[in-house]
């Protein structure tokens, strides 16, 4: 989707369908939406009083003229309005342009005048909700759609010279974010015989030409990484680990989980909703498109990213339960059950960002079941040692709509990892307070370094579409990380 932005009227502009908004409760059009409504000669106000339009969020109401389509988008409630808020209606109204077969669409930053939001934030939103509201997985059918239905330009529209600079600088921004999201989602949403750990190695190398980023792929067995490579031997896939940007003391690490398919190993998965385990590999593509748009933005300097990729397979050769491994850190794990390898070979990636001079490490992963159960598919699970951290990534979430919830990491739950035999198990035999005793697991090898972990097992895929989130994979928490480093 191209974005462009003109100084002008919406009057002035020729686009296949012109966008104005309107929000609940509100008696009668104002500002743009008035101006169209003269134009109209007094239909939005008609259908306002026929009860046609009620600008509950979301809403879009198209009008057919004889000089063309118009579309008015609801923004809900003023009191609840914000940045989420936005995003919705951007995608609304690009849903509803797809729908009519606009090709071209035309839209006023949305409530860009209300409350105390940010110009610059707002026309991120704005392009964000569009460019997300656009996406749909193209899948590997075998008969492409006769005419593919696509939204190919959208123009943001500003009468006032002095705001066009702080528009266009955050219509750029949300560009390059909607998109590294909806590339993360490509790769989540493809089938685990085609997104292996060697397809996304390369792709992530691919990438790294193209914007200009180091690539390295290391043999984690070559490594010491018997954390990780302990996970990998029950599959014929070689597992890799994806090393991006440059490592130096005082950087930040970005982790991402990359298991492209978790059976469960030995402790095999119940068989129900096995596919999706094709998505255990969604913190991974979410660091990769992240690395690849802090290049795009300039704000790569000062971090790398260290992304662990396998399968997790039952095989002749594979994990067992009661098994007893080291790591590239040296300390041991008694594994209790073979379907918690997220965390061993996330801890083999976090000593290695360690040694590579990581002050911060930043991880992301679809770990625990649990996290599902707690927080649903609407908010992450954030845990850490470092609360200064912690906020700053709180803020991040909530400016770039992904919710996430902080969960304790209480001393006691090191108690439920005690083990005899090694330094620590790498589960409990019991299903209680999961995600924090993975983090728990992950904790001992992160030591005193800042550090922070995101679980997104509930919130990496969604069963059905929300807002302006498509059914299937989500992208997060690609939002979240670029505004974290970009702040």
């Known amino acids: 989707m191209r974005i462009k932005i003109k100084c002008a009227s919406l009057t002035q502009v020729k686009a296949d369908l012109i966008v104005v908004n309107f929000f609940k409760g509100v008696k009668k059009p104002e500002g743009a939406a008035a101006v169209v409504d003269k134009l109209l000669k007094g239909q ?7 009860g046609e339009i009620e600008g509950s969020l979301g809403e879009v109401t198209i009008i057919h003229t004889g000089g063309g389509k118009f579309a008015v988008v609801g923004l809900g409630e003023k009191d609840k309005f914000g940045l989420d808020q936005v995003r919705v209606a951007g995608a609304a109204a690009i849903k509803e342009a797809k729908r009519i077969k606009a090709k071209s669409v035309a839209t006023i930053v949305h409530g860009s005048d209300v409350g105390k939001l940010d110009l610059e934030a707002v026309a991120q939103a704005v392009v964000e909700g569009s460019v997300l509201g656009g996406y749909e997985f193209k899948g590997e059918k075998s008969e492409s759609p006769k005419s593919e239905i696509r939204v190919n330009e959208l123009i943001i529209i500003e009468k006032d010279n002095k705001k066009i600079s702080a528009i266009k600088k955050g219509a750029k921004l949300g560009q390059i974010v909607a998109e590294a999201e909806n590339r993360a989602k490509d790769l989540v949403n493809g089938p685990s015989n085609k997104i292996t750990p060697t397809y996304l190695a390369n792709y992530a ?3 790294s030409k193209e914007v200009g980023l180091k690539c390295r792929i290391l043999d984690p067995k070559a490594e010491g990484m018997e ?3 302990a996970v990998a031997k029950g599959s014929k896939e ?20 990359g298991v492209t398919f978790d059976a469960g190993g030995i402790s095999l998965k119940p068989s129900n909703k096995l596919w999706e385990m094709k998505t255990d590999m969604a913190g991974a593509a979410a660091v990769i498109e992240t690395m690849r748009a802090a290049v795009e933005l300039g704000i790569a300097k000062d971090v790398f990213a260290v992304i662990p990729l396998t399968e997790n397979m039952p095989d002749g050769g594979a994990l067992k339960p009661g098994d007893v491994v080291s790591s590239l850190s040296g300390l041991t794990t008694e594994v209790i059950s073979t379907d918690a390898e997220g965390r061993m070979i996330l801890a083999d990636a976090i000593t290695y960002a360690k040694e590579q001079g990581a002050e911060t490490i930043v991880d992301c992963a679809t770990l625990t079941g649990g996290c599902l159960s707690a927080l649903g598919d609407v908010a992450t699970g954030l845990m850490g040692n470092d609360q200064e951290l912690i906020d700053k990534i709180k803020r991040a979430a909530e400016k770039s709509g992904e919710k996430v919830w902080q969960l304790p990491l209480y001393e006691e739950y090191k108690d439920y990892l005690k083990c005899s035999v090694a330094d620590q198990k790498n589960c409990t035999e019991g299903r209680g307070a999961s995600p924090s005793t993975g983090a728990t697991f992950l904790h001992k090898f992160v030591g005193d370094t800042s550090w922070a972990h995101l679980d997104i097992a509930g919130t990496a895929y969604l069963s059905k579409g929300r807002g302006y989130l ?3 994979a989500t992208g997060v928490p690609v939002r979240t990380l670029i505004e974290f480093l970009n702040v």
């Open 44 to 50: 939005i106000v008609k259908l306002i009083n026929d």
């Open 205 to 207: 190398r691919q990438m």
């Open 227 to 229: 954390a990780m490579w």
């Open 238 to 257: 070689p597992a890799k680990v994806v090393v991006l940007g440059n490592q130096k003391r005082g950087t930040i690490a970005l982790i991402g989980k």
């Open 470 to 472: 498509a059914e299937g």
